[in-house]
Nanobody
Framework: QAQLVESGGGSVQAGGSLRLACATS????????MGWFRQAPGKERERVAL????????DYVDSVKGRFTISQDNAKNTLYLQMNNLKPEDTGMYYC????????????????????????WGQGTQVTVSS
C-alpha cells in the first residue's frame, strides 16, 4: 500500500518561500503522475501543480505560474514543491497526490477532472501566509 507523507509547511509572511516535500513508500515515482493540491477553508480542493515524472513535463494552475516549481528526486522517491513569493491567497492545506495507475502519459496525467479516488493522498501540510 502506497504511503505519502508531506512535510515543509509552516507560517510565512507574504513574499516569503517554503519548500514542501512528499516522501513516498510503497510507491515508485518513476513513470507516475504526481502533484500537489490545496484546499483553503470553505473552498473546494484545487489542483496546484502536476508532473509526469517520466518526461518531467509539468502543469500549473495559472495563479502559481512563475512562483511555484514542482520537481522530483527519483532516487529518494520524493516529490517537492518550491513556493516563492507567497501570497495570502496561497494559504491552505497542501496535499501530495499520486495516481494509482502508472504510465498514463502526459495528456491523461494533466487532464482535468480526474476523480479523487484515482489518486493516493497524503495527510496534508498546512501553509499559512500572512500579509
Amino acid at each position: 500500500q502506497a504511503q505519502l507523507v508531506e512535510s515543509g509547511g509552516g507560517s510565512v509572511q507574504a513574499g516569503g518561500s517554503l519548500r514542501l516535500a512528499c516522501a513516498t513508500s510503497g510507491y515508485t515515482i518513476g513513470g507516475s503522475c504526481m502533484g500537489w493540491f490545496r484546499q483553503a477553508p470553505g473552498k473546494e480542493r484545487e489542483r496546484v501543480a502536476l508532473v509526469y515524472t517520466t518526461s518531467g513535463s509539468t502543469d500549473y494552475v495559472d495563479s502559481v505560474k512563475g512562483r511555484f516549481t514542482i520537481s522530483q528526486d527519483n532516487a529518494k522517491n520524493t516529490l517537492y514543491l518550491q513556493m516563492n513569493n507567497l501570497k495570502p491567497e496561497d494559504t491552505g492545506m497542501y496535499y501530495c497526490a499520486a495516481r494509482r495507475v502508472r504510465w498514463l502519459g502526459t495528456s491523461v496525467c494533466f487532464r482535468a477532472g480526474s476523480p479523487s479516488e484515482s489518486y493516493y493522498w497524503g495527510q496534508g501540510t498546512q501553509v499559512t501566509v500572512s500579509s
